[in-house]
Nanobody, 122 residues
Framework: QGRLVESGGGSVQAGGSLRLSCKAS???????MAWFRQAPGKEREGVAAIYLGGGGAYYGDSAKGRFMISQAPAENTIYLQMNNLKPEDTAMYYC????????????????WGQGTQVTVSS
């Protein structure tokens, strides 16, 4: 069975940058891959998504202007470049993949990674 494997999380100071990676180890029947995050005591939040094959990228309000999602199709990998990080970005970040019509709805994603922790200190 295939899986999604995230990497690139860590601890940075406010204003710093991190780049998350998510590699799919199998060929899925999907049209989108996305990043969600969840902080303790909060609901899971859509950060960014990309529709494969040139379908466009979408961002949550907290990510606009600071984060960029990209893909490397030949490597079955997506990336999330996070710049100007803030303490409120601290969360577990999850990669997801699925056949979706609304990227913001986590229930539409069939495949999830284990998550990678991002901690931003002030």
């Amino acid at each position: 069975q295939g899986r999604l494997v995230e990497s690139g999380g860590g601890s940075v100071q406010a204003g710093g940058s991190l780049r998350l990676s998510c590699k799919a180890s199998a060929a899925y029947s999907i049209n989108s891959m996305a990043w969600f995050r969840q902080a303790p005591g909060k609901e899971r939040e859509g950060v960014a998504a990309i529709y494969l094959g040139g379908g466009g990228a979408y961002y949550g309000d907290s990510a606009k202007g600071r984060f960029m999602i990209s893909q490397a199709p030949a490597e079955n990998t997506i990336y999330l470049q996070m710049n100007n990080l803030k303490p409120e970005d601290t969360a577990m970040y999850y990669c997801a993949a699925g056949q979706v019509t609304d990227w913001r709805l986590s229930q539409q994603y069939s495949y999830w990674g284990q998550g990678t922790q991002v901690t931003v200190s002030s």
